[in-house]
């Protein structure tokens, strides 16, 4: 596997490692009623809210990431 491959299955390890945090994060604040098949209402917009909070910081943690190592990169470049 050359370096590529590794750094692409390190970032999928990684985004698969995110979401399920992100499941387990949202299930543990959003449903507390087991009584039913389907979610309530009131826990369905927990859910849309927490995974929407959540993948909207995740982006966020993303472009600065990007934006420092870029930096990283024009500074080892002097």
Known sequence: MNAAESAQRRLFKDNYA???????????DCVNDFTSKTLSGKEETCVKRCTEKFLKLSMR????????HMEQQKAGAL
């Open 18 to 28: 995110a979401m399920s945090n992100m499941v387990d994060i949202c299930f543990r």
């Open 61 to 68: 943690v993303d472009f600065n990431a990007a934006a420092f």
